[in-house]
């Protein structure tokens, strides 16, 4: 047992190393990344549990005492962002079916993981856990309008459906909370590193089945798919700076790029239970691609957040 805490506790202070890792398994594996895509629903219940386990709930609460904050930035991130990046997407002259996957993305809520890895980057994973759970619920009211608005595309999403499943993602994961929170009392705390060791595992196991049908369609597509791929970054990117440029003259820093990196990662998977059959495919090609940034960029931002904000935060 002691050897297991040892590797986990290892593996969370390694997260932004070993995340990457997982997508080569994917592809390496496709068979088990087909295998393995009826996990994602109870390992993104664990991921939000883990993440409600670790986070700070004196500091959530407060948010939550004063939660204008939180639902100010949510609403930034549903509607400004995208109707800032849209024209943007728009005047480069992209692949139409990788104009309407950035703008969707730009519209998805926050991913769940992003409470997670902004432990790992020193950023507020309360915030962070907040404004995800905020988008989550907003987004079956903000998502259909400006899609149809922007590129006449009717989802057709259930309000009520959709946020009842989304609910009780989030039901199940705040039970699974309270549970590990009560069994751990007073260990909490020096357990932390144990229970980042776990989510990463389970974050590494999760992008497995993401992978599902990638290869096939790099073999077909080689250029189109990098192009997808390199359009992800950008997307990711380009979000996360207009949202922290347009929160930092109002905010501290550490909220601010907080704010801008929820909005970098999207719950671009939620697309692929509302979109029509008749969508573009290519829509569905970004879903895949936009993994890639989704595990590396952590990586890649940790050296700068870790010089724009001190240990301490």
């Known amino acids: 047992m002691d050897t297991v805490v040892h590797v986990l506790r290892r593996m969370g202070r390694r997260a932004t190393t070993l995340l990457p890792f997982s997508l080569g398994i994917g592809l390496l594996f496709q068979d088990i990344a087909a295998a393995a895509r009826p996990l994602l629903w109870p390992l993104a219940v664990a991921l939000l549990m883990l993440a409600l386990a670790r986070t700070d709930w004196p500091r959530l609460a407060a948010l939550l005492r004063r939660p204008g904050l939180a639902i100010v930035l949510a609403l930034l991130n549903l509607i400004a962002v995208p109707l800032v990046v849209w024209p943007i997407w728009q005047a480069l002259g992209l692949w139409p079916g990788l104009i309407a996957a950035l703008c969707l993305s730009a519209m998805a809520p926050g991913i769940i993981s992003a409470a997670t890895t902004a432990t790992f980057l020193r950023l507020d994973s309360s915030l962070a856990l907040l404004l995800t759970l905020f988008t989550n619920f907003l987004v079956p009211f903000t998502l259909p309008p400006l899609a149809l608005w922007l590129l006449d595309l009717d989802l057709k999403i259930g309000i009520v459906d959709l946020s009842l499943r989304l609910a009780l993602i989030v039901a199940v994961a705040l039970a699974g909370a309270v549970a590990i929170r009560h069994f751990l009392g007073p260990r909490l705390h020096d357990s932390g590193s144990t229970l980042d060791g776990i989510s990463v595992a389970v974050l590494m196991v999760f992008a497995i ?105």
């Open 209 to 313: 089945p993401l992978m599902d049908g990638v290869v096939a369609r790099a073999a077909v597509e080689p250029l189109k798919l990098a192009g997808f791929v390199a359009g992800a970054f950008a997307g990711m990117l380009l979000c996360n700076l207009v949202m922290t440029a347009l929160t930092l003259p109002f905010l501290d820093r550490r909220t601010a790029l907080t704010a801008g990196y929820c909005s970098g990662g999207r719950h671009n998977a939620l697309l692929m239970a509302v979109l029509p059959v008749t969508a573009d495919p290519d829509i569905f090609l970004f879903i895949a691609a936009v993994q890639f940034p989704i595990y590396l960029i952590p990586t890649l931002l940790q050296p700068l957040y870790r010089r724009l904000l001190p240990s301490s935060a």
